[in-house]
Nanobody
């Protein structure tokens, strides 16, 4: 099993910034794609951004130019730098890690609230 622990969420005003982190531990062989998802109340969970082990990234249109995903493969840690935050970015943010045939793993989520 792989455990994922997110941190860095909180309350921020519109236009502000937050940096989320996700630390992986446990039975790690080789983590493949890592990603951030988010889920607002009453809305289906959606992909925010993903990154391959080599650093190839993919973003949802709604966050392009504002969010930056990165990872430290030596530390098995994933990051999400969120700038110019908007009220519609309010959601629980989840980290996901894929480890080939061993499966996919999810963190417990961290709340991000953008409000004045």
């Amino acid at each position: 099993q792989v455990q994922l622990v997110e941190s860095g969420g909180g309350l921020v005003q519109p236009g502000g910034s937050l940096r989320l982190s996700c630390a992986a531990s446990g039975f790690i062989v080789r983590i493949d794609t890592m990603a951030w998802y988010r889920q607002a109340p009453g809305v289906q969970r959606e992909l925010v951004a993903a990154i391959s082990p080599g650093g190839i990234t993919n973003y949802a249109d709604s966050v392009k130019g504002r969010f930056t995903i990165s990872r430290d493969n030596r530390k098995n840690t994933l990051y999400l730098q969120m700038n110019s935050l908007k009220p519609e970015d309010t959601a629980v943010y989840y980290c996901k890690a894929s480890q080939g045939t061993y499966g996919n793993y999810w963190g417990q989520g961290t709340q991000v609230t953008v409000s004045s």
